[in-house]
């Protein structure tokens, strides 16, 4: 049994697949209607070089086999409607894997990781309206009506989660919900710098602990004023100069394995509980009346 949490990710994943697929297959459809626009036009105008006579200028709304309208400057702004939806697909394409993420968070914010699904779900239907409101082949019909309700689906999703969708959806999520959950405070006391110095002072632990540097290397990382001093009491009383000494005697490493960190790890006080009854002391007539 998966956690609620799971069933969103997945969920949200899997709108996320459908928006990429109902984008590459626009992209795919508008270049062919692109091709197959571009060679009606040149039908039509070899059509009316070699037949002069004919007006074919208001014959047709658009030219036959294509989505050119037959006006001034239809095929211009035929081929340059084609040119930016394959654009805007492809940004769209782009902001669907995250990448590059910061160019998203900078120039297109509402496609970036602070903004949800919403407005992407806005654009796709309105890519998906500016295609189905001309004639298409039925491919191009399709791949234009499944992005027009995936753009519906975006939209939905939107306003559910809002701004938090892209964040559940992520895989890094996952990381940053086990980070989240590590405890900060402990008894009312904020315990990450504690934490983040004791992750800075592990690696270097272990190494002098097992004699993964030598003496001249670690010599030179702790100071002139301790080199050649090595491991031994002398070290000892150098560190205790500067700071603290870590006790690695109550640990049980030998003394050849000591080593100064200026940290200082102190054994608790040995004491009883408030409810332990206190320790009496026998006197000597009583021990001499027992023996």
Same mark, same amino acid.
């Given at each position: ?27 795919s459809s508008n270049i062919v209607t692109l091709v197959h626009d571009v060679q009606a036009v040149n039908r039509f105008v070899a059509a ?71 407005? /992407?779900?806005? !654009?796709? $239907? +309105?890519?998906?309206?500016?295609? #189905?409101?001309? @004639? ?6 399709? =791949?234009?009506?499944? /992005?027009?309700? !995936?753009? $519906? +689906?975006?939209?939905?999703?939107? #306003?559910?989660? @809002? ?6 959806? =992520? ?94 790890i102190s054994k608790p006080i040995e004491s009883l509980p408030r409810y332990a009854p206190a320790k009496t002391t026998h006197t000597g007539s009583t021990d001499a009346t027992a023996v």
């Amino acid at each position: 049994m998966l956690p609620p949490r799971a069933y969103v990710f997945i969920g949200l994943n899997g709108v996320r697949i459908l928006s990429i697929i109902a984008l590459i297959l626009v992209f795919s459809s508008n270049i062919v209607t692109l091709v197959h626009d571009v060679q009606a036009v040149n039908r039509f105008v070899a059509a009316g070089k070699t037949d002069s006579t004919t007006d074919t200028s208001g014959s047709d709304d658009y030219i036959i086999g294509s989505t050119v309208p037959n006006q001034v400057g239809g095929a211009f702004w035929a081929v340059l409607n084609r040119l930016l939806i394959i654009g805007q697909v492809i940004v769209l394409i782009m902001s669907e894997f995250g990448w590059p993420a910061s160019f998203f968070d900078r120039f297109f914010p509402v496609l970036g990781r602070n903004f949800g699904v919403g407005a /992407l779900g806005v !654009i796709q $239907c +309105l890519i998906g309206a500016a295609i #189905l409101s001309h @004639r298409v082949d039925t491919f191009t019909l399709v =791949s234009a009506f499944f /992005l027009f309700s !995936i753009g $519906c +689906l975006n939209i939905l999703v939107g #306003l559910i989660w @809002r701004e938090s969708a892209k964040s559940k959806r =992520s895989v890094t999520s996952w990381r940053e919900h086990a980070k989240s959950a590590l405890p900060t405070h402990v008894a009312g006391v904020d315990v990450r710098p504690a934490m983040s110095a004791a992750t800075s002072v592990a690696p270097s632990f272990v190494s002098n602990m097992w004699g993964g540097k030598d003496e001249k290397a670690h010599a030179s990382e702790t100071g002139s004023a301790r080199s050649g001093l090595g491991f031994g009491r002398q070290a000892e009383k150098a560190a205790g100069l500067k700071g603290t000494f870590f006790h690695y005697s109550s640990l049980g490493i030998p003394a050849d394995r000591h080593c100064c960190l200026g940290y200082l790890i102190s054994k608790p006080i040995e004491s009883l509980p408030r409810y332990a009854p206190a320790k009496t002391t026998h006197t000597g007539s009583t021990d001499a009346t027992a023996v």
